[in-house]
């Protein structure tokens, strides 16, 4: 696989912090597509059982990009502590890969401007 891949989960309060996440993500080059899906979220958060509705962000980049995700998804989430998490990816169509990198950190930077 030519360009490292990776695809990064994070969650948001609702669909406006999402796409407010998602469009700044996008527009600073940091991925180059994002799946946004609402779900119903479980867990324990501070000894107590939590429900509610979320969004999830399926963030596709480069593992390059990774860093610069991470600190932009903490700089700019409501959560004190959001679900950040980093999953590879070992395979998939060679376009398809080549398209996220050619989409995201300086090349896309530089197709941005074209």
């Given at each position: 696989?030519?360009n490292a891949c990776c695809i990064v989960i994070t969650t948001?309060?609702?669909?406006?912090?999402?796409?407010?996440?998602?469009?700044?993500?996008?527009?600073?080059?940091?991925?180059?597509?994002?799946?946004?899906?609402?779900i119903r979220s479980r867990y324990v958060w501070e000894g107590k059982l939590n429900r509610d509705?979320?969004?999830?962000?399926?963030?596709?980049?480069?593992?390059?990009?990774?860093?610069?995700?991470?600190?932009?998804?903490?700089?700019?989430?409501?959560?004190?502590?959001?679900?950040?998490?980093?999953?590879?990816?070992?395979?998939?169509?060679?376009?398809?890969?080549?398209?996220?990198?050619?989409?995201?950190?300086?090349?896309?930077?530089?197709?941005?401007?074209?």
């Amino acid at each position: 696989m030519k360009n490292a891949c990776c695809i990064v989960i994070t969650t948001a309060p609702d669909s406006e912090t999402a796409e407010r996440l998602a469009g700044g993500i996008l527009e600073d080059r940091l991925a180059a597509c994002i799946h946004l899906h609402d779900i119903r979220s479980r867990y324990v958060w501070e000894g107590k059982l939590n429900r509610d509705e979320e969004v999830v962000l399926w963030i596709k980049t480069e593992e390059s990009q990774y860093g610069k995700l991470e600190a932009y998804i903490l700089e700019h989430h409501p959560y004190d502590l959001p679900e950040i998490l980093k999953v590879p990816v070992t395979g998939g169509l060679a376009g398809y890969l080549d398209w996220i990198g050619r989409t995201t950190g300086e090349s896309g930077a530089q197709e941005k401007t074209l």
